[in-house]
C-alpha cells in the first residue's frame, strides 16, 4: 500500500511559489564561491611547496630592507660548532624560517697569519670562488642559528673591498 501524500507538482514549474530561477541563481553563486576557495587554496600551496621555482627565492618571501644610508649589504653572524662564523651579502629577505642572503662573501684567514696573533691578516672570499664545487652565490640560513645582523656603512672597509671585488669581477654575480 502506498499512500500519496501530496501533490508537489505546484513545485515543479516555473510559476507561483514554486519558482526555480531563484534556486538557479543561489547554486549559480555557490559554485562561483567553491570554485573561488579551490583557486585560492592551490595558489597557497603551490607558493608553500613550490614557491617561485627557478629563482631560489620563494614566493611569499619576506624582503628585507636596509636602514637608509647604508650600502645595501649586511653583516650576518651565524653560530657554528665551536665557532661562529660572519658572512657578508645582502639580505634578499625571509621566509619560513630562513634567512636569503645572496651576493656572499665571507672572511678567510691570510696565508701565514695565526688566529692566536696579536694582529691576525684576514682576506675577503666571495662564495664559490675559492671552492672547488663552485657553489651558487646564496646562502640559505635557519634564522634560528643567526646571532645577529648588520648593516653595512658605505665607508666600511669590508663593503670597499666587495666594491672592489665586484668591479675587477663584473660576472661573479
Not at 665571507?106 to 692566536?116: D, E, K, V
Request: overall charge positive.
Amino acid at each position: 500500500m502506498s499512500e500519496t501524500i501530496g501533490d508537489f507538482s505546484k513545485y515543479s514549474n516555473d510559476s507561483g511559489y514554486g519558482n526555480n530561477s531563484f534556486l538557479s541563481k543561489v547554486k549559480g553563486i555557490w559554485v562561483v564561491v567553491v570554485i573561488l576557495i579551490i583557486v585560492v587554496i592551490l595558489y597557497f600551496v603551490y607558493t608553500r611547496f613550490f614557491g617561485n621555482i627557478g629563482s631560489g627565492f620563494p614566493l611569499g618571501m619576506t624582503k628585507y630592507s636596509p636602514v637608509s644610508g647604508s650600502s645595501g649589504y649586511q653583516a650576518v653572524a651565524v653560530d657554528g660548532n665551536s665557532t661562529s662564523v660572519v658572512y657578508f651579502g645582502k639580505i634578499d629577505g625571509f621566509y619560513n624560517g630562513w634567512l636569503y642572503l645572496s651576493d656572499v662573501f665571507y672572511l678567510n684567514l691570510a696565508n701565514g697569519s695565526s688566529s692566536s696573533s696579536t694582529n691576525p691578516q684576514y682576506s675577503l672570499v666571495h662564495l664559490g670562488s675559492s671552492v672547488s664545487f663552485g657553489p651558487v652565490d646564496q646562502l640559505r640560513i635557519q634564522l634560528s642559528h643567526v646571532i645577529y645582523t648588520s648593516d653595512l656603512s658605505p665607508s666600511s672597509k669590508v663593503y670597499k673591498s666587495i666594491e672592489a671585488y665586484n668591479k675587477a669581477n663584473p660576472n661573479s654575480k
